[in-house]
């Protein structure tokens, strides 16, 4: 068979093996056409050098005689020097690996370590040695250093130092010392107390936490497995400094590893014997080297480090005053010409990596972003630079993350403003809802409405589904049919209050509607109030019976209407009527002069009067108590603000998914107007159907770049449902509905997919969303919305049943039902 081709070698040692089979290893070596013939003397040379000549001119080979060397007893064979003293390494590799230069690519250092490595079972520790110039050979990683240079000059040292092994002599017998430690294992093959080859391999980290049993158990049977073409089939001794491996043959198998590793040695003739470890050095050594010599690669940011050191003036001079030899201050070291302060390396006035470092220790997982204490602490244990803590503390006060998911430890921003005192009784009012009660004789709402003078307050059932309509038919039914239509309503922001029936009502009535500020219903703090007395009062009744709430709602109101009310220091009833409500059981009777009536009626304004002061002095003690836990925070027109979405259970913002694990904060947004004491209004995007002007509580000023990505505002709900906005428009075409041509465009809605996109009547679109600019909205595929009839012809779809037949695999139009996937979510959360 011809060279060159894939099979050619082995084929030829396949014949050659043939040819000398019945003496090789006895006194012939043969690779391919280099043959060694070896003897103990000079007869039984000749003898084998005859036999060696003959026997392959059978096959038709025959040697060549400028290429023989006969009767010598020193010769170069495969890159070895062969004598009666031993083997030893080539000269001429030698001068080869003495004379390489500084390798300067992952080529060139291959070539070094490929001729290294031919001759490392002459080498001690030759893996540590070479450790970090294999190192090198990583993706990405070529990066040559000082730790390299000092590696690469270590190699050739050794190298060209290297000992004579013994030639292995087969009638005598071998010598196995073997050894493990925490990290490696080490084996030494000797015989006469002269090392005939070496070897040591690293742990993987599994094997490392294995017991010193079996860690030992795993160096014999790794070190039998390397040696295995000098001791299989004679006898040897293995030497450990394992005790309990001294009757490994008769022990019973235990463990995997037993089982395991045992099969492998019992092929081998040998006898193991203790030896403590402070005798066998040699693998003991061996064994260990991979800790003494432990080294690791120099990384790219380092090399940057020392770089940079170069150029800042302070280190510099440093390195300057360690270069002439100059005794340096005791808390300072030079190492690899980096500086280190009591240990700490000393990071360069350089901004990149100072702010690499902050972002690698707060930004990352293992960072955490956390605060300035935690994160100053990780970083200095490290690193040193001048003013470090105060750009830490910078960097951390400029996150966007943190500043949109951290809850702020500090008192509630903006004083506590009290609304004014009403004049009049049941001129001025404020309502709520308490919802989500069990259902009790149908009912499951309870509506409270308050006279903010007087406190007076009348509670209403209502069904579990209201919407404004029957809200303002129970406010007519139990309060305006009583007291009349108010001048002013207080209010949160519920979906029935916002909603355009409610406004449009008491416009006409010529009362003002007063809401608290986005998701600040503290604004309407007499209500909130209210309802947890209401809901304590029940609480104490119907506790064993839940549904039963309902009965008691009565009793409730007269209970409330008739209790001492500490603002106005007396009872709202008293209040409204100017004397206190009969009792259920008269224990008096009083008497009523007609010439008194006079006198009544001035004590009831007299009354009114103590009225409006008792509760002038009621707000100004709850307004300095409150005050004592916020503190007064202002906002600049222009300034950028992160708003706070609280999902209060009265809210027009509609739930968001895993809300417990989602940002605390929204996007920023510049401030417009400054709306009395403590409310702010935003500029919000022009889609947004939030109200603008927010409690300075929900706002935070914002710290660093706005160009940076920030949540979006989510989506917000009407007492109608869900509110969603046209995104973009994905598609367009035209059907036959009825008989009838109606466009029709593909809507990707705000925050969803386009999987989830629907068709939409053009007509709907424009209607529902006059803001929504189609001209710049498309136009994919080559399509446009179409109002040629030529095009519309071109393009017409038949429909049959609903159905599209032209296009079977196109959704129906979808308008009256919501995108899946936003209805799922929102209606999750509101069961939850």
Known sequence: ??????????????????????????????FFDDILVYSPNWPDHLHHLEYVLKTPQHQKLYARLSKCSFGVRQIDYLG??????????????????????????????????????????????????????????KKNSFKWSELASQAFLQLKQAMTSTPVL????????????????????????????????????????????????????YAITEALA??????????????????????????????????????????????????????????DALSRSLLIAWSEPISNWLLKVAEETKQDNILKELLHQHAQGAQLDPKYEIKDGLVFRKGKLMIPEYYPLRQQIIHEFHDTKTGGHAGGTKTIARISNQFYWPKMQEDIKTYIRNCSICQQAKIDHVLPA???????????????????????????????????????????????ALKAEFNSKTVAEAFINNVAKIHGFPKSIVSDRDRVFISSFWQQLFKAQGTTLAMSSSYHPQSDGQTENLNRTLEMYLRCFVYDNPKSWYPMLAWAQYWYNSSFHHSIAMTPFKAVFGQEAPTVIPYQVHYKDPAALQDTLLNRDQLLQQLKTNLL???HYMKSQADKKRREVQLDVGDLALVKLHPYRQQSVALRKHQKLGMRFFRPFKVMQRIGQVAYKLELPEAARIHPVFHISLLKKFQGNEQQPYLPLPLTTTEFGLVIQPQHVLDARIIIRKGVEVQQLLIQWDLADSNE?????????????????LEDKVVLKGKDIVTNKKTIDEQKLVVSKGHVEADPGKRRSGRHRRPNVLLRDYHQERKA
């Open 414 to 460: 903006g004083l506590l403003q009290p609304l004014p005192v009403p004049q009049q009784i049941w001129e001025d009012i404020a309502m709520d809802f308490i919802t989500n009660l069990p259902s009790s004789h149908g009912y499951a709402t309870i509506m409270v409405v308050v006279d903010r003078l007087s406190k007076f307050g009348h509670f209403i």
């Open 80 to 137: 070895h020097v062969l004598s009666g003293a031993g083997v030893a390494m080539e000269n001429s590799k030698l001068e080869a690996i003495n004379s390489w230069p500084q390798p300067n690519s992952i080529k060139q250092l291959r070539g070094f370590l490929g001729l290294t490595g031919y001759y490392r079972r002459f080498i001690k520790h030759y893996a540590s040695l070479a450790g970090p110039l294999t190192d090198l050979l």
């Open 226 to 283: 390397k040696f295995r073409h000098y001791l299989l089939g004679h006898k040897f001794i293995i030497r450990t400094d394992q005790k309990s491996l001294k009757e490994l043959l008769e022990q019973t198998l235990q463990t995997p590893e037993q089982q395991q590793w045992l099969p492998k040695i019992l092929g081998y003739d040998f006898t193991i014997q203790y030896k403590p470890g402070r005798e066998n050095v040699p693998a």
């Open 166 to 217: 013994a030639l292995p002599n087969f009638k005598e017998p071998f010598i196995l010392e073997t050894d493990a430690s925490g990290l490696g294992i080490g084996a030494v093959l000797s015989q006469a107390q002269h090392p005939v080859a070496y070897f040591s391999k690293k742990l993987s980290p599994r094997m490392q936490k294995q017991s010193t049993y079996a860690r030992e158990f």
């Open 1 to 30: 068979m011809p060279f060159g081709l894939t099979n050619a070698p082995a084929t030829f040692q396949s014949l050659m093996n043939e040819v000398f089979k019945g003496v090789l290893r006895k006194f012939v070596l043969v």
């Open 617 to 619: 002095k009621a707000q």
């Open 757 to 773: 996109a629907t068709w939409e009547d053009l007509l709907l679109i424009q209607q529902q969303y006059p803001q929504f600019n």
